[in-house]
């Protein structure tokens, strides 16, 4: 009987033991989990109407800096790019080191990077490659066709290829609003074309060679973005921060290739050397970084929008860009000047249609 008693109180006592033991891990689970909660261990949207605006902050951007380079005086848009890829790595890497790194679990940018898949790290690469191509000859194009003709059609053209792709991969939100905020889109790239065959007959229009430039920018641009959201939604995934960082790395690379071999046989003018980036006035240099903080902090504010609401969402969104440079275009660079009033007609017609784009993609998440 004594026996009994011993071993059921040794019993007894080895399960509190071991009950305490338990509660304790529980706690101290517990208290990590508490400490660096997901989700605020980077800045991200907590509502739809915060990550709108995100979005809308991102078309801004990406509407605006290529005001930087109109800007520029005596210098080549070749040199130029060179600024403005160093640009866009020095503000994609300050604000994942700022933004996404206010805590230290696993999504603050450091500790993302090193357990994220090499085949996500990858594929933002090839991504922030394939941008840099399309960014380049859009560059170009600006340069021969001017704002208000070349972002809406080169943008417009990455518009409905990167949506289609983007909500292949990641099939979030309404099909039929948003694919219809992708057709008005179209219809405003096609009612741009129109003005500007206005401008054509009117003696003052771009080269065909400029609008081929266009299109082949706007396919190609609307190829990165689909490289994005497979980075951030398949296996160990990158976070908004990372995946910039490396895309804008990706992009600076990639003018050892790109703009080396644009240097050598350019698409405007004569071909440059790498000295005229060394003697450029400091203006221009400035400009450069300029316009690519102003469109790295439109990238990340809309990679971040999209994984509150869905990848194509936020890019849709954020490609109404065009809407913003065309007015750029007009009222500040006066490149309509002196149109007739069919070239005005078919102005206001594309911003009606890319409001209306704005309004369904935005209706699309529901």
């Given at each position: 009987m004594q026996r009994r008693v011993d071993v059921s109180t040794r019993a007894g006592r080895l399960n509190i033991v071991s009950g305490w033991q338990t509660h304790l891990w529980l706690y101290r689970k517990k208290s990590t989990v508490t400490r660096f909660p997901r989700g605020e261990c980077m800045f991200t949207p907590q509502s739809l109407t915060i990550a709108l605006l995100m979005m809308i902050t991102s078309a801004i951007c990406w509407g605006s800096w290529a005001n930087t380079y109109k800007g520029v005086k005596n210098y080549r848009f070749e040199l130029f790019y060179w600024d403005y890829a160093i640009g866009i790595f020095l503000i994609s890497l300050v604000l994942a080191l700022t933004m996404g790194s206010t805590g230290h679990d696993s999504s603050s940018f450091l500790n993302n990077v090193r357990a994220?898949?090499?085949?996500n790290i990858a594929s933002t690469l090839i991504g922030g490659a394939i941008f840099n191509l399309a960014n380049l000859l859009l560059v170009a194009a600006i340069d021969m066709a001017g704002l208000a003709v070349a972002f809406p059609v080169s943008i417009g053209i990455a518009l409905v290829v990167g949506v289609v792709l983007n909500y292949a991969l990641q099939p979030k939100g309404s099909a039929l609003l948003l694919m219809s905020g992708v057709a008005c889109a179209l219809i405003a790239v096609i009612l741009d074309g129109k003005a500007y065959g206005s401008l054509s007959r009117a003696g003052r229009g771009a080269s065909r060679k400029s609008i081929i430039l266009c299109v082949v920018s706007g396919t190609l641009m609307g190829l990165w973005s689909p490289f994005m959201t497979y980075a951030m939604t398949r296996g160990?995934?990158?976070?908004?921060y990372s995946a910039a960082t490396f895309l804008t790395l990706g992009a600076l690379l990639s003018c050892f290739i790109w703009n080396v071999y644009f240097?050598?046989?350019?698409?405007?003018g004569e071909p440059v050397s790498f000295g005229g980036f060394f003697t450029g006035?400091?203006?221009?240099?400035?400009?450069g970084l300029l316009g690519g903080c102003i469109w790295g902090v439109g990238t990340v504010f809309n990679l971040v929008a999209g994984q509150r609401t869905a990848f194509a969402?936020?890019?849709a969104i954020g490609q109404s860009a065009p809407m913003v440079a065309a007015l750029w275009g007009v009222l500040a660079w006066k490149e309509f000047a002196g149109s007739g009033s069919r070239a005005k007609v078919y102005l206001a017609l594309m911003f009606v249609f890319y409001a209306f784009a704005i309004l369904l993609v935005a209706r699309a998440n529901g």
């Amino acid at each position: 009987m004594q026996r009994r008693v011993d071993v059921s109180t040794r019993a007894g006592r080895l399960n509190i033991v071991s009950g305490w033991q338990t509660h304790l891990w529980l706690y101290r689970k517990k208290s990590t989990v508490t400490r660096f909660p997901r989700g605020e261990c980077m800045f991200t949207p907590q509502s739809l109407t915060i990550a709108l605006l995100m979005m809308i902050t991102s078309a801004i951007c990406w509407g605006s800096w290529a005001n930087t380079y109109k800007g520029v005086k005596n210098y080549r848009f070749e040199l130029f790019y060179w600024d403005y890829a160093i640009g866009i790595f020095l503000i994609s890497l300050v604000l994942a080191l700022t933004m996404g790194s206010t805590g230290h679990d696993s999504s603050s940018f450091l500790n993302n990077v090193r357990a994220a898949d090499p085949s996500n790290i990858a594929s933002t690469l090839i991504g922030g490659a394939i941008f840099n191509l399309a960014n380049l000859l859009l560059v170009a194009a600006i340069d021969m066709a001017g704002l208000a003709v070349a972002f809406p059609v080169s943008i417009g053209i990455a518009l409905v290829v990167g949506v289609v792709l983007n909500y292949a991969l990641q099939p979030k939100g309404s099909a039929l609003l948003l694919m219809s905020g992708v057709a008005c889109a179209l219809i405003a790239v096609i009612l741009d074309g129109k003005a500007y065959g206005s401008l054509s007959r009117a003696g003052r229009g771009a080269s065909r060679k400029s609008i081929i430039l266009c299109v082949v920018s706007g396919t190609l641009m609307g190829l990165w973005s689909p490289f994005m959201t497979y980075a951030m939604t398949r296996g160990h995934s990158l976070t908004p921060y990372s995946a910039a960082t490396f895309l804008t790395l990706g992009a600076l690379l990639s003018c050892f290739i790109w703009n080396v071999y644009f240097m050598k046989k350019p698409l405007v003018g004569e071909p440059v050397s790498f000295g005229g980036f060394f003697t450029g006035l400091p203006s221009g240099h400035l400009l450069g970084l300029l316009g690519g903080c102003i469109w790295g902090v439109g990238t990340v504010f809309n990679l971040v929008a999209g994984q509150r609401t869905a990848f194509a969402i936020s890019y849709a969104i954020g490609q109404s860009a065009p809407m913003v440079a065309a007015l750029w275009g007009v009222l500040a660079w006066k490149e309509f000047a002196g149109s007739g009033s069919r070239a005005k007609v078919y102005l206001a017609l594309m911003f009606v249609f890319y409001a209306f784009a704005i309004l369904l993609v935005a209706r699309a998440n529901g």
